[in-house]
């Protein structure tokens, strides 16, 4: 692919600029006490109501998750895009990206490809959030720059193989939301549910010329996917910048 012709392209857009990616959020249920997410790649309970939460919390953004949450929901899940963290050599995409489809099922290999096709995707849809929605692994692999946590404490005991100890003092996170929820028809267990942000925000830039043009690899894929949404691309940029944002795309 050609470098990005920025004659052609408004006075605003020659400088160098950056834009800052969507925020990274964690969608979690655990066991307390216990900190248990799974057992034998399956929850230990169900919980109708939060099932519920689960799904307005995250249709129509870019959902992460790994193999094995993947192949435990057995589906992709609707009106979503689904990013599926994996090394299998059973999983591969068929070409090209459709940018107008509610559902569609992507696979990476790394942290670094799977953040290019999350925030490319969710700047195209105008999203500003990327929800990753397990397992243990994935929830260790983004650690470091998680800004938000939807967090489902089910109150029960149970055995599992799969954990997620992350604690939230105060003075790291603030509690956004608490709500405890009793026991009820649909629901195994009451829990309580709360939304955790991160004080010291992890934001991540990246610079415009860098994300279009980066590398081969990255540029053939541009080139047969993102033409036709290039002016969303460009509009992103252009309000991060009135948003006063230090920029990075």
């Known amino acids: 692919m050609q470098s990005l012709n920025t004659e052609a392209l408004p006075s605003s ?5 950056s834009a800052r990616m969507p925020s990274i959020s964690f969608v979690v249920a655990r066991s307390y006490p216990g900190n248990v997410i799974g057992h034998k790649n ?4 169900h919980i109708r109501s939060d099932l519920k939460r689960f799904r307005q919390i995250t249709t129509g953004h870019v959902v992460v998750m790994g193999r094995n949450t993947y192949e435990s929901i057995g589906r992709p899940l609707p009106n979503r895009t689904n990013i599926v963290v994996t090394r299998s050599p059973y999983y591969t995409n068929s070409p090209g990206i459709d ?19 999350a925030d490319i995707i969710s700047i195209c849809h105008e999203d500003r959030d990327i929800f990753v929605i397990g397992g243990q692994g994935m929830y260790e692999l983004f ?20 954990f997620f100890p992350m604690k939230f003092p105060a003075k790291a996170w603030k509690t956004l939301e ?9 629901d195994d267990y009451g ?8 004080r010291d925000r992890r934001n991540r830039y990246k610079f415009v010329r860098q994300f279009m043009t980066d590398i081969e690899q990255k540029r053939a894929w541009i080139k047969n996917n ?15 910048a009135s948003e006063d944002l230090k920029l990075d795309l």
Do not use: M
Request: aromatic share 16%; net charge negative.
């Open 143 to 162: 650690g470091d720059l998680v800004n938000k946590v939807y967090l489902t404490e089910v109150i029960a005991e149970v055995d599992g193989d799969a």
């Open 191 to 198: 829990y309580k549910f709360a939304i955790y942000q991160r």
């Open 13 to 17: 857009e020659r400088k160098p600029q």
């Open 42 to 45: 399956a929850l230990p309970w």
């Open 99 to 117: 940018f107008y489809s509610d559902t569609q099922v992507l696979f990476t290999t790394s942290l670094e490809d799977t953040l290019f096709f």
């Open 226 to 240: 993102v033409e036709d949404v290039k002016h969303k691309i460009s509009q992103y940029v252009s309000t991060s």
């Open 178 to 186: 608490e709500t405890y929820v009793g026991r009820s028809d649909g």
